[in-house]
């Protein structure tokens, strides 16, 4: 079995080194920079130059970008990889994307004879370097399973919820509560400090309530020792509530705190966190009239 994987960024290279590390299929990995593919060469992959190069004889493409426009032009522009790829080979792509333009993906790779499947993840930098993501996945039941043990070397639930898109619709939901769980996280805790409690405090007992998102209790430990390296970069957060916002409009569904959210993340990325955690917007927050 011939695998692809392009896109290693934060995510991507720890997806990537889980799949060599874990399977004994042979794989190519490209990425734009090239530094990226340094360490998984060392560890066994086979690099390209380009990405039509990466493609050539893979039975399966993973790819792993940051955003629709990024698919765009890596798939399907004047370099596309898609019409580089054997007929019949199936690409798996894990982007977080909005569901209209996966839909459009699945639509134009299948006219050229490539199957595919929609498989965003749930999970940030930790769960992706332990293997522990969550797989949200579109398209036919066959290729969910072409692809499963492939999948459990990256993660550790396998979610198929529906046709190509879906899982990008799934993933706007997930993203959705993401983004808004961790500015009531801030926002609450802030008021906290206001009232008299220690910050430590708050850290301490705020992520263990039964009213708090689980994956808050990372997030209280960035923000007690005000370190925002990046997990999950404010800047993709911002990306991911624009095409939220995107994916409300076209369904015809408004979302009025989901908006609040996006303009707030929207004054911490123009404030210079954008390349920082999310949970940056916390810090942000504190600074703000």
């Not at 198929?160 to 961790?182: D, I, P, R, T, Y």
């Not at 802030?190 to 705020?206: A, C, I, V």
């Not at 404010?234 to 959210?261: C, I, S």
Request: glycine share 8%.
């Amino acid at each position: 079995m011939n695998v692809t994987f392009i896109g290693l960024g934060i995510m991507g290279s720890r997806m990537a080194s889980n799949l060599l590390k874990h399977s004994d299929l042979t794989l190519t990995v490209f990425n734009r920079s090239p530094d990226a593919m340094g360490p998984l060469k060392d560890a066994g992959a086979k690099t390209a130059s380009s990405a039509r190069e990466a493609v050539a004889g893979a039975d399966v493409v993973f790819t792993m970008l940051s955003a629709p426009e990024a698919v765009e032009e890596v798939a399907f522009g004047e370099k596309g990889f898609v019409s580089a790829m054997e007929q019949n080979a199936l690409w798996v792509n894990c982007s977080t994307v909005n569901p209209s333009f996966t839909r459009d993906c699945d639509s134009r790779a299948r006219a050229q004879g490539i199957r595919f499947l929609d498989a965003p993840v749930a999970g940030t930098k930790m769960p992706a370097e332990t293997g522990e993501l969550t797989f949200l996945l579109g398209g036919d039941s066959e290729d969910v399973e072409a692809v499963r043990s492939m999948l459990e070397c990256m993660g550790q639930k396998i979610l198929h919820v529906g046709e190509a898109g879906q899982g990008s619709a799934f993933k706007m939901l997930v993203n959705a509560q993401l983004a808004q769980n961790m500015l009531a996280y801030a926002e609450t805790a802030l008021l906290g400090e206001k009232l008299g409690f220690s910050r430590d405090f708050l850290m301490d007992t705020l992520p263990n309530l039964p009213v708090t998102a689980p994956f808050l209790k990372g997030k209280a430990e960035l923000i007690r020792n005000a370190d925002y390296e990046a997990q999950f970069p404010l800047e993709l957060m911002l990306k991911d509530m624009h095409l939220l916002d995107v994916t409300a409009y076209e369904e015809g569904q408004p979302l009025f705190l989901a908006g609040l959210a996006k303009s707030l993340y929207g004054q911490a990325n123009l404030a210079g966190r954008g390349r920082e955690d999310f949970a940056a917007v916390f810090d942000h927050l504190s600074k703000s009239d």
